[in-house]
């Protein structure tokens, strides 16, 4: 008890089948333990207490004021009806847990903030959270809270630590009082600053020089006075807003992993020695940071930022030597290049080159013109993501190698026009934003991509392998063959929707160019178009043979038309609208889902026509089925129609179109392999909406034997969310619907899949 009062030691009594209320009033009879020093062992009584020369009435009275102190203090009981082995256990727990206390200092009633502790500490157990921020006006109770909240949670770790970086620790550090226990320090300026008089006066090196445990220092907007030969071994400095312009010798340390001086004042970056142990540089932001030299001296180093250091234009030619380097990041480096084009005129033999190991360079907002001649050359093996984005060119600069690609990012290239003849072993492309840009082509004409987007890019018309879409006013009577009479309607006004290359433009008359497939939409007309067709209906179906002819009028193909509307108002901007043809003698079925489609109105009737070039596949005495499929809820479908296209000088053009097109594999006459759903069945969609219902509905249209990639985690959390009822005993329609228009999401950028078995995406099989 004297080292209690004297030094303040946790002092935890343990009552052995003693009842402490006799140890506090003396009453019982109880064994005292002496020290080694006396070798004392007796029974000890207050009442009578056994005296000899040991036991005089002084040391009898502190004996007596002790045990009552003692008792008082509370601590752990041992009855007789206990086992002494979870006791013992207890009593280890309890001791382990005092011991390391440490608790911290807090009022001793905190009202009110039982709800945020509860939240808190529910956030504590859930893994998927590795930090917490505890935010609010100065004054609020975040430290007292954060404070409570660690003094309860802290048995539960194997370690821990609280740093308070409040307004008296700078003082403590500028005494030179760095702890030599503090593993980890961090210190913002700014907060310290936040309603004080006057600036806070700069830190001297010195401080830091006693923290020989120091690992983790981060610094916010710190000045540090002083020499650094002494400063500590750090694994990870992290001072932003770093007032240095030059890097001092000694403040590099051999130890260093991770180096982050983003926002500061550095001019040069250099390091002084060879840091072997270095893994990642972050000097994002430094923009007055002209040059980086002496690279080779990083040998190990993986990631390079230099994002937004807006006036480096020396980087040194040793970045190609390093062969741990996989993320380099020069966005926003607008004068780089004009160092770089003095190296880099010659792309044979280039003075600057880049690591094998990179997999990531993000050169965006470099003021990248096409005549920029960078020469940008990937190792044969790579597998980069490159980031053009926010660049002026008008066509991708010269003598960048795109063969090793994995992903191209061209997001908000405002003035690309064109793309032309992509590789086939790219599989990510995004040109969202591009606002100029019209055309993409692929090499070998076929699309391959696995991840495609191309939102608001509102002068796109031709996506090679995908669709193309070209104004009627620009397509001649010659090339529109035997729909030539269209152009009478090249004036008219169209609301095409389904896409996001229809936000946002006024739209006439367009040509539809899909899968061999040519169709368009025509809005509001009154004529009576279909009355010149050889098969109508009145519903969204109909079936026919196919008639005999003559030698030399082979058919070429088939023209579908339908006329629909809306059957009451709505907002919707997704509808179903599909066509579906099937030879049922040779047991073929198509199914169109086109990627744009005109959107219907209550008040006015919309025709959709399309040309068919599948005339190979049509012989005399062939049952052939034609059906509009639409949601009936919304929709109705007034009438289908169905006549048939020979050869003759009228469709001449058309069976050349479709000959080049054959060329290209995937189109109907082609190779549709990628989009055979079961046998002889193809679903003619490139956009599969996620993927969420595809296989329901598929096998609604096709049957049960459906050839489909194992489902998508999406798709397993929509089917799980269904019932039975609604999995099994949907109609055609509502199961259409739910696909084409239930989790649409933005379309472009949706992951594109062909309906193949461990097929995704339209090519490269």
């Known amino acids: 008890m004297d080292q209690r009062r004297r030094c303040k030691n946790f002092v935890l009594p343990v009552f052995y089948l003693v009842d402490p209320s006799d140890v506090r009033k003396q009453t019982g009879t109880f064994i005292i333990e002496g020290s080694k020093r006396t070798g004392v062992s007796k029974c000890f009584t207050c009442v009578k207490a056994e005296k000899k020369s040991v036991w005089t009435e002084e040391n009898v009275k502190q004996w007596k004021e002790a045990l009552t102190d003692v008792a008082n203090l509370g601590g752990m009981e041992l009855s007789s009806s206990m086992s002494e082995t979870s006791f013992i256990a207890e009593l280890v727990e309890t001791v382990q847990c005092k011991l390391d206390s440490k608790q911290l200092s807090t009022p001793a009633?905190?009202?009110?903030?039982?709800?945020?502790?509860?939240?808190?500490?529910?956030?504590?157990?859930?893994?998927?959270?590795?930090?917490?921020?505890?935010?609010?006006?100065?004054?609020?109770?975040?430290?007292?809270?954060?404070?409570?909240?660690?003094?309860?949670?802290?048995?539960?770790?194997?370690?821990?630590?609280?740093?308070?970086?409040?307004?008296?620790?700078?003082?403590?550090?500028?005494?030179?009082?760095?702890?030599?226990?503090?593993?980890?320090?961090?210190?913002?300026?700014?907060?310290?600053?936040?309603?004080?008089?006057?600036?806070?006066?700069?830190?001297?090196?010195?401080?830091?020089?006693?923290?020989?445990?120091?690992?983790?220092?981060?610094l916010k907007y710190v000045q540090l006075n002083g020499s650094y030969e002494n400063f500590p071994n750090l694994i990870w400095l992290c001072w932003q807003g770093c007032p240095l312009k030059t890097v001092p010798s000694g403040l590099l340390v051999s130890s260093l992993v991770a180096i982050d001086m983003s926002d500061g004042d550095m001019e040069m970056f250099e390091a002084p020695t060879v840091l072997n142990s270095l893994k990642h540089l972050n000097l994002k932001g430094c923009d007055k940071l002209f040059g980086i030299s002496n690279l080779y001296r990083l040998p190990k180093v993986e990631s390079l930022i230099l994002l937004n250091c807006s006036s480096l234009n020396h980087l040194c030619t040793s970045i190609g030597d390093?062969?741990?380097?996989?993320?380099?990041?020069?966005?926003?480096?607008?004068?780089?290049?004009?160092?770089?084009?003095?190296?880099?005129?010659?792309?044979?033999?280039?003075?600057?080159?880049?690591?094998?190991?990179?997999?990531?360079?993000?050169?965006?907002?470099?003021?990248?013109?096409?005549?920029?001649?960078?020469?940008?050359?990937?190792?044969?093996?790579?597998?980069?993501?490159?980031?053009l984005s926010v660049n002026p060119f008008e066509y991708l600069p010269d003598n960048i190698n795109l063969q090793t690609l994995h992903t191209l990012n061209l997001y908000s290239c405002p003035n690309l026009?064109?793309?032309?003849?992509?590789?086939?072993?790219?599989?990510?492309?995004?040109?969202?934003?591009?606002?100029?840009?019209?055309?993409?082509?692929?090499?070998?004409?076929?699309?391959?991509?696995?991840?495609?987007?191309?939102?608001?890019?509102?002068?796109?018309?031709?996506?090679?392998?995908?669709?193309?879409?070209?104004?009627?006013?620009?397509?001649?009577e010659a090339d529109l063959g035997h729909m030539h009479w269209i152009k009478a309607y090249e004036d008219h006004m169209v609301d095409l929707i389904g896409d996001d290359i229809t936000k946002g433009r006024t739209w006439h008359t367009q040509i539809l160019y899909e899968y061999g497939i040519m169709s368009t939409y025509l809005q509001g007309i009154k004529d009576q178009i279909m009355t010149t067709y050889e098969y109508t209906s009145s519903c969204s179906f109909l079936f026919f043979r196919v008639p005999c002819h003559h030698e030399k009028h082979r058919v070429?193909?088939?023209?579908?038309?339908?006329?629909?509307?809306?059957?009451?108002?709505?907002?919707?901007?997704?509808?179903?609208?599909?066509?579906?043809?099937?030879?049922?003698?040779?047991?073929?079925?198509?199914?169109?889902?086109?990627?744009?489609?005109?959107?219907?109105?209550?008040?006015?009737?919309?025709?959709?026509?399309?040309?068919?070039?599948?005339?190979?596949?049509?012989?005399?005495?062939?049952?052939?089925?034609?059906?509009?499929?639409?949601?009936?809820?919304?929709?109705?479908?007034?009438?289908?129609?169905?006549?048939?296209?020979?050869?003759?000088?009228?469709?001449?053009?058309?069976?050349?179109?479709?000959?080049?097109l054959i060329k290209d594999e995937e189109v109907i006459g082609g190779d549709l392999s990628g989009f055979e759903v079961t046998e002889g069945g193809y679903y003619l969609c490139r956009r599969d909406l996620f993927a969420l219902e595809t296989s329901l509905w598929l096998k609604q249209l096709f049957g049960d034997n459906i050839d489909y990639p194992v489902e998508s985690v999406s798709a397993q959390r929509y089917r799980n969310s269904l019932s039975m009822d609604e999995l099994y005993h949907s109609d055609?329609?509502?199961?259409?619907?739910?696909?084409?228009?239930?989790?649409?999401?933005?379309?472009?950028?949706?992951?594109?899949?062909?309906?193949?078995t461990i097929r995704t995406l339209m090519g490269g099989f």
């Open 556 to 660: 070429e193909g088939l023209n579908i038309s339908c006329i629909y509307r809306s059957s009451q108002p709505t907002n919707k901007d997704r509808w179903i609208l599909l066509a579906k043809i099937s030879n049922k003698t040779k047991g073929l079925t198509w199914i169109y889902n086109p990627v744009v489609y005109c959107k219907p109105n209550v008040d006015e009737d919309v025709v959709w026509l399309s040309y068919w070039p599948i005339g190979n596949v049509l012989d005399a005495g062939d049952e052939v089925h034609v059906e509009i499929i639409h949601e009936k809820e919304n929709m109705i479908v007034s009438g289908c129609s169905v006549s048939f296209v020979y050869t003759d000088s009228e469709v001449e053009r058309e069976r050349n179109y479709t000959n080049n």
């Open 417 to 476: 026009k064109s793309l032309s003849c992509i590789p086939s072993t790219l599989m990510e492309l995004h040109i969202d934003w591009c606002t100029s840009l019209e055309k993409v082509t692929f090499h070998l004409g076929r699309f391959t991509l696995h991840e495609f987007s191309y939102e608001g890019c509102s002068k796109l018309s031709e996506i090679q392998g995908l669709f193309k879409l070209e104004p009627i006013a620009k397509t001649s």
């Open 322 to 387: 390093l062969k741990n380097l996989y993320i380099l990041d020069l966005g926003g480096c607008t004068k780089l290049w004009k160092y770089v084009n003095q190296i880099l005129v010659n792309p044979e033999n280039p003075l600057f080159s880049l690591p094998k190991s990179l997999m990531w360079l993000n050169l965006e907002n470099n003021n990248l013109e096409r005549t920029s001649n960078v020469c940008l050359s990937f190792h044969v093996q790579s597998s980069v993501n490159l980031t």
């Open 732 to 756: 055609s329609s509502s199961a259409v619907e739910a696909m084409v228009c239930g989790s649409v999401g933005v379309v472009s950028s949706v992951q594109w899949r062909t309906l193949a």
């Open 109 to 218: 009633f905190l009202i009110g903030v039982e709800a945020r502790v509860q939240k808190i500490n529910s956030l504590l157990k859930d893994e998927q959270y590795n930090a917490i921020a505890i935010c609010g006006m100065g004054g609020s109770g975040k430290t007292t809270l954060a404070q409570h909240i660690y003094n309860l949670n802290k048995k539960d770790f194997k370690s821990s630590s609280f740093v308070d970086v409040s307004r008296k620790d700078p003082y403590v550090l500028r005494k030179g009082e760095g702890s030599y226990t503090i593993e980890g320090l961090a210190l913002d300026i700014r907060k310290v600053e936040q309603g004080m008089p006057s600036k806070t006066p700069a830190l001297e090196t010195s401080s830091l020089e006693n923290m020989g445990k120091l690992k983790l220092l981060q």
